[in-house]
């Protein structure tokens, strides 16, 4: 029986392992966050052009983090995606914020910015754009947009580790960035992972706050302020007071993994190595399709975008004589794992219903576009030579069926 080439997998080898096995081995206080931890935070905000970062369980929770950093008054604003993940919308609707939803530029799968100002009323306060699957929006023109208008960015880089546009971080254009190390990414922290990041110190002392417990005492443990050690008379409504136990915000407890993190140090090691493999799967899938330019329309690349697209999404043309359903049974019966590109259009799923939000007049016939034809493949860089050629001989065979 042939292995199912599944969407997302575990990629290690030994040096995780034992760099897990280190952590275990460290004592009866290795489980707390660690060095392993600090090296993650110093190393993955120089990757995404950010000074300081605060390292969490997920991407998802980056992204609530990063909302509530804005510090924005109910009923502000926000301008993003409806072709997403749901993690990019909901913590825009649980702080009581409103989304604002752009259409994507064709074939790019991201927003398209030449459609953002548009949106912009006198209740817009911040841009949250995910670069997805890897590929990423027009960042000097988001940042430009945004300046004129007085706005703070997001950018949700879940899906991508590191790109540059015109050689520089896209996250670099953005007031916080988030991304994830969940198992289908670029690396993982051993299946999760994520972080928020920022430009300074107190930005990210109040992240650590609000990552854990919301006692004072973070900055101190993990922050800005780490040279101050433990304070047992810190005033509390009168009484002198140990600061490890004072809380200063309502936290979420996203408390990061010292394993996790041992993991994926060793994992960004390999961030060069996992780039190259990826654009060669790029180019195998890219060529598959285009082989059938009646059929398919291969995805679009930003320009003087470098990055590794975490999956390959491409769209089954509306004229195409067969549907996506029917490309992804055909995939799903040669063990080929597929998906839509996630949400397609979030405004056509349920959570959304009776949801506060604004669209363009005309709707979103790009992100409909996507809803209606968009199809992904895992693009792991743990897949085989042969698994890569399997997926594409695949294609091949399916769409000469309707030659």
Known sequence: MTDRITYARATHGEEEIQAVVDVLRSGSQGLRIGPNVAEMEERVPALSGKAYGAMCNSGSSALYLAVELLGLPKGSEVITSALTFSTDVAPIIRAGLVPVFVDVEPNTFNADAAKIEAMI???????????????????????????????????????????????RPTGAR?????????????????????????????????????????????????????????????????????????????????????????????????????????????????????EFPEFFTTPVEQSGLDTAWLCYPVMVNADAPFTRSDLQEALEGDGIDTRTVWSGNLLRHPMMSGVEHRQPPE??????????????????????????????ESIRRFAESFR
């Open 121 to 167: 009323s006198d209740k817009t306060r911040a841009i949250l754009l995910p670069n997805l699957a890897g590929n990423a929006p027009d960042w000097d023109a988001v940042r430009e947009i945004a300046d004129r208008h007085g706005l703070k960015v997001i950018e949700d880089s879940c899906d991508a580790l590191g790109p540059t546009l015109h050689g």
């Open 363 to 392: 709707g979103l016939p790009e992100t409909d576009a996507v809803f209606e034809r968009g199809m992904t493949l895992g693009m792991s860089h743990g897949l085989t030579d042969a698994e890569v050629k399997r997926v594409a």
């Open 174 to 290: 953005a007031d916080i960035s988030v991304t994830s190390f969940s198992m289908a990414h670029i690396i993982t922290c051993a299946g999760n992972g994520g972080m928020v990041m920022v430009d300074s110190e107190e930005e990210r002392d109040k992240a650590l706050l609000l990552r854990r417990w919301g006692r004072r005492s973070e900055p101190n443990l993990y922050g800005s302020t780490k040279h101050v050690g433990r304070v047992f008379r810190e005033q509390l409504d009168g009484v002198d007071y140990d600061n490890d136990f004072i809380f200063d915000v309502v936290p979420w407890n996203f408390e990061p993994s010292e394993l996790g993190a041992a993991y994926g140090v060793v994992q960004l090691n390999k961030l060069a190595a996992n780039y190259v493999r990826r654009k060669e799967t790029w180019a195998a899938y890219t060529a598959a399709y285009a």
